[in-house]
């Protein structure tokens, strides 16, 4: 069935919204901040990623694309994750940047004398803070978003469009899997190499 567009008309407008975001975040980009991120993730001797929850399932698909590019590229809390060293870096994907068990990780890391770089909305952060990279992904707004629902006549917030963190969520998955672009560009990598690496029980 097809159905009334009408029907459709909050599924539309999350998407427009959430895809306008993330075109004004690529518009006001830290390009230094990045530039780092990059040159930090081809010179580390073993990359790991963390971060929580539906931020840590962002960090999780940036992970296996590193390792589809040929990264030596590990998951913290995993079973076969090996210890972090100084010649490592550590990734961290959190929105707030004070999720308790990532910035205790974050801490560690910082301990051992391992490379720190933070995703995150809040460079002021208690990760922010101690990380040798951030690179500012803003999540929600300051301001409401109001939309009108016409079929309806009902005022539709931004909470409804885009609840809890899904707006620095998806803006960090677009934003590490053009990072991997970035990388591909530079080392002339084929989609075909990555292929290569891509998982045969499938």
Known sequence: MNGDKKDCEATIESMNFIANHIKRIALNLDTD????LVDSIMNAKRIFLMGAGR?????RAFAMRLMHMGFNVY???????PAVQVEDLV???SGSGETTSIAGLGQIAKKIGSKLATITSNKDSSLGKISDIVVVIPGRPKDDVIYENYHERRMIGYPQ???LGTVFEISALVFLDAVIS???VRTDASEAELKKRHTVFE
Do not use: F, Q
Not at 55 to 59: E, M, R, V
């Open 55 to 59: 931020s840590g399932l962002a960090a």
């Open 161 to 163: 469009l885009a609840p």
């Open 91 to 93: 990734i961290a994907v």
């Open 75 to 81: 998951v913290v809390g995993e079973t076969t994750t």
């Open 33 to 36: 901040s990045v530039t780092s």
């Open 182 to 184: 970035e990388m591909m």
